[in-house]
């Protein structure tokens, strides 16, 4: 009787997924209008699809926020999974607690504030090194791989705050050096974490505004800063084509990472057990 | 390679990149704040200058001093804090049961439910703002509807007010608010409900003294998720706002964009962080606590 949905929750939870997905489902059905007015309906089209696929600002800024997404979620993945596992491994170091400050403020620091700042670095740095000269996708990578850091650190600290210990203990005593231990079995271990840090990395490089906003030049346009200036100037079904494109992208990726990281989690659980009887086996054998 | 080494190898790359691209960052805003804004590439004049009498400090308070003079700085930050409080509150109305009732719907339901909270998440922001306007609008679907309807007579002004903010807010942040509460509630103890139950507990008495404070974490955890982003937030006022819901981030937005003045862009945002360290603090405790 007591774990049981009660019909106030289930309203509630009905209220809620109307309110996220009413917006997005108007959004998509819009984007098949045939009237240039968002919100008159005039028949089925795809008209919209076809202009867009022939829209080069925005074919030029997919490929610009592309570059920048690809090249700012590995950085992220590479430097996050380092900054994880130190945060998670050495409970002890001078400066950890700076350290673990740095690591977890970007995740809530207001946008307008970490571009400001980083801006404010390039161009400091230009000033007095020379470099980086001027501003663009160099500058947009390198501010999302900030952001992408923190996230990836968090996730990989999770993972490996419930990592079972003994397989990579026991490779250790079978004589395996530290940085094979860490290459053979934690990597593979935390790799669905891995995935699900660099897709979010991805995700939040493609889908920022503000800080690409500051940190980048004539030279580098990305697509929400194409969508944004198109939306200021009024609604468009071009954009309501985009965002379907957009959305359906995003959620067969999500749903097919969703399965991978649950195969691995499935795997993973095999692999657990193999590592309890591996613990078990010198007891039977005394 | 020695264990010592090794740690430094590991710690280096990260300590290094996030002091270089996330401290100092934050120490040239502090820097720049206390300039003055000039004409020139950059726009603002140099803290420690090389003058006839040798070098010389020129700091000052000017811009804070200007930030607290001006009615309009200040009504900014008001209005972010009140925004974003609301907004909080709201989404924790919504979100609570929400994610309550995930917790206790049919096990192979939950899967697909979190995932149906998560998906918005990974979708643009920019892009589900956006799909607010076209409801919202003045020959948008909903006032389209009413009309048709004949429960009004002329459209409702849905957008550019506190309404439309307020909206955007809870619409764009209600994920964060649910993800951490499914969280603490998944782990409470079912059977101390069914001890007060026993002991002669009401359901909502049982809810209001054993689930709720055990739920307290996951409450704090979401409010900051939500309260902290959505002080800064720029896109929302920008795009659903109007003249009376101007916000801080908007106004740094301006500043630094539309005014050229980033002196005065600075100490905004260094003003806005000093509001947020306490709150940030707090989240870091909360993350970090989590994973010991």
């Known amino acids: 009787m007591i774990n049981r949905l009660s019909p106030f929750l289930a309203v509630m939870l009905a209220v809620g997924y109307v309110f996220l997905y009413g917006p997005i489902v108007s959004l998509i059905v819009y984007s098949f209008n045939a009237s240039r007015l968002v919100t008159v309906w005039a028949g089925f089209s795809t008209r919209w699809y076809g202009e867009l696929l022939h829209n080069e600002a925005i074919r030029g800024a997919t490929l610009v926020s592309l570059e920048v997404a690809v090249s700012a979620a590995t950085l992220a993945l590479a430097l996050g999974t380092l900054a994880g596992y130190a945060l998670q491994r050495y409970r002890r170091f001078r400066g950890r607690a700076l350290f673990g400050t740095l690591a977890t403020a970007p995740l809530v620091m207001p946008e307008v504030i970490t571009g400001l700042s980083l801006l404010l670095l390039f161009v400091a740095l230009e000033q007095g090194i020379g470099w980086p000269q001027g501003r663009g996708i160099l500058t947009i990578v390198i501010a999302h791989t900030t952001l992408g850091t923190a996230y990836v650190a968090v996730i990989v600290q999770a993972r490996l705050a419930a990592f079972d210990r003994s397989l990579e203990e026991a490779a250790l005593d079978l004589g395996a050096r530290p940085m094979k231990v860490f290459f053979v079995i934690t990597l593979p271990l935390i790799a669905p974490a891995l995935l699900a840090g660099w897709l979010l990395a991805f995700t939040l490089s493609l889908d920022d505004l503000v800080i690409a906003s500051f940190t980048s030049g004539p030279s580098a346009t990305t697509l929400p800063m194409v969508i944004f200036s198109s939306i200021r100037l009024g609604v468009s079904p071009q954009i309501n084509a985009l965002a379907t494109l957009f959305l359906a992208a995003v959620t067969v990726t999500v749903v097919t990472a969703g399965r991978l990281i649950g195969a691995g989690e499935a795997r993973r659980r095999s692999g657990g057990e193999e590592a309890v009887r591996i613990e078990e086996a010198p007891i039977a054998h005394g | ?292």
């Open chain 2, 1 to 292: 390679m020695s264990d010592a080494l090794r740690r430094r190898a590991v710690l280096a790359l990260p300590y290094l990149w996030l002091l270089l691209f996330f401290l100092v960052p934050f120490l040239i805003v502090l820097k720049i704040s206390l300039s003055e804004s000039a004409v020139g590439v950059p726009p603002y004049t140099p803290l420690v200058q090389h003058g006839e009498g040798g070098w010389s400090l020129h700091a000052s308070l000017d811009n804070y001093r200007f930030l607290l003079g001006d009615k309009l700085y200040i009504v900014a930050y008001l209005n972010a804090l009140k925004f974003a409080a609301v907004s909080t509150i709201f989404c924790l109305l919504l979100g609570y049961p929400m994610a309550y009732g995930i917790v206790r719907a049919p096990r192979r339901a939950r899967g697909l439910l979190l995932l149906l909270v998560i998906l918005p998440f990974w979708t643009s922001f920019l892009i589900r703002v956006y799909a607010w306007i076209g409801l919202l609008k003045g020959n948008g679907l909903f006032n389209n509807f009413l009309l048709a309807l004949g429960l009004i007579h002329e459209p409702l002004p849905l957008l550019n007010n506190a309404f439309s903010v307020y909206l955007g807010i809870v619409y764009s942040y209600l994920p964060f608010m649910v993800l951490p509460l499914f969280a603490a509630l998944e782990r409470l103890d079912l059977t101390l409900l069914e001890a007060a139950a026993d002991l002669g507990c009401r359901p909502w008495q049982a809810f209001l003294r054993v689930t709720l404070p055990l739920s307290l974490p996951g409450i704090a955890a979401g409010s900051l998720l939500v309260f902290i982003p959505a002080v800064g937030e720029f896109v929302i006022p920008d795009l659903l706002g109007g003249p009376d819901t101007l916000m801080i981030g908007k106004v740094l937005w301006d500043d630094f964009f539309t005014n050229r003045d980033w002196p005065i862009a600075s100490s905004v945002a260094i003003a806005m962080l000093v509001l947020l360290l306490i709150p940030m603090g707090l989240v870091r405790r909360l993350l970090q606590g989590e994973s010991a």
